[in-house]
């Protein structure tokens, strides 16, 4: 133990005394976590809308207000041809344009049905779905209110996905309740993804670096004169990074309850021992990849094949029902993955041990395999 204990201060001073490896531990992942965070939120507002107005009635400015009222859209200006709003929308001066018919009013007070034609700029599929969500909802709404006035509802987009069908007097509602994010914050599905990347990436790269340093600087050798066993030397070689990226983890959960009000509503202490887990896997495959080169270069050309295969099957920045089906099976092959279901469900969703075991036994797994890899080509090596 006192052999141990001098060769993990020996670590300790050599991160010390690297203040670059200590300043990328604390500054780059909170960054990126607030740049995921922030830049990869997908929640659209406030989408430029033009208006063509044939109706001119109370009815119809009623509609139109009712949309640009809400934090969806905002109006973007009034339009009297179909032409001028296309082009518009082509220079990029909307996002969004409304048709109102002439009979707007007269079809309303029947019951007839009635379409309004909703043009949308496609360019951005992501963003035209989402704006089409919304007008359909906006839409949606307004039939309810005019059902509450004694009225029939039958307004309906283009597709008819909202409103009445035809033939029918009344309307189906709609009650939907949002659990364990009810405010639809897409940051907290983001930043809980990110985490886990941050720490295989941060584990990974940190230790094939400071690996290879070593072996650069000839000091390996030098340890290989002492009484240290070969054990001593891999646990005081471990034991430093894994303290410094718990730490950060700590960081990263402050990070994401602090500027994103992400909630706590499981076990930190299983967050906490999953984290762990996930560091050691990153440790694990930056010290394999760090026995394979021979240069901090070549280790970091060699985990830029490694690490962003893992962060993007993942399911951290995209839902993994999004994937192909035939890659889908493959992302449970991915620590990370396991992580993220661990960490959204732990924060989110107050989920316990009882719950996520399988997710835990699959870290365990990882873990247990990708240390004593790397150890074995660790020992290897210094054989």
């Not at 940190?206 to 650069?216: D, F, G, I, N, S």
Request: aromatic share 8%.
């Amino acid at each position: 133990m006192s052999r141990l204990r001098a060769l993990m201060r020996k670590e300790f001073n050599q991160i010390r005394r690297d203040k670059r490896m200590a300043m990328s531990l604390i500054i780059p992942p909170t960054l990126q976590l607030l740049l995921f965070g922030f830049a990869l939120d997908s929640t659209v507002s406030h989408l430029r809308l033009g208006v063509i107005d044939w109706s001119q009635t109370p009815e119809s400015r009623e509609m139109v207000s009712t949309l640009t009222e809400s934090k969806s859209f905002q109006l973007g200006g009034d339009y009297t041809s179909v032409r001028d709003l296309e082009a518009a929308i082509s220079r990029g001066k909307l996002d969004a344009g409304i048709v109102v018919p002439y009979e707007f009013a007269r079809d309303l007070r029947r019951g007839t049905p009635l379409d309004v034609q909703i043009l949308l700029n496609a360019a951005n599929a992501n963003t035209a779905t989402i704006a089409q969500g919304y007008a359909e909802g906006v839409i949606l709404s307004y039939n309810q209110t005019l059902a509450g006035e004694g009225i029939r509802p039958r307004v309906r987009s283009v597709s008819g996905a909202s409103g009445a069908p035809p033939g029918h007097r009344g309307v189906v509602g709609t009650m939907t309740a949002f659990l364990y994010n009810p405010g639809l914050v897409n940051a907290w599905f983001i930043v809980t993804g990110t985490f886990g990347v941050l720490l295989i990436l941060n584990g990974s790269l940190l230790a094939a670096t400071a690996m290879v340093k070593e072996r650069e600087r000839g000091t390996v050798e030098q340890l290989l004169m002492t009484p240290a066993s070969t054990t001593d030397i891999v646990i005081a070689k471990i034991a430093p990074l894994f303290v410094l990226l718990m730490v950060m983890a700590t960081l990263a959960i402050g990070v994401m309850r602090l500027f994103f009000a992400v909630p706590v509503r499981g076990s930190l202490v299983l967050l906490a021992l999953s984290a762990g887990l996930c560091i050691l896997s990153g440790i694990g495959i930056g010290t394999v990849v760090a026995t394979f080169t021979k240069s901090a270069q070549q280790a970091m050309m060699t985990a830029f094949f490694i690490n962003p295969p893992l962060s993007v099957l993942s399911g951290s920045l995209t839902p993994v029902e999004a994937m192909p089906s035939w890659l889908q099976p493959i992302t449970w092959l991915n620590p990370i993955r396991h992580f993220g279901i661990i960490a959204r469900a732990t924060l989110m969703k107050g989920s316990g041990i009882e719950v996520l075991w399988p997710n835990f036994l699959a870290l365990v797994g990882f873990t247990v395999v990708l240390v004593s890899l790397s150890i074995w080509r660790f020992r290897k090596q210094l054989g």
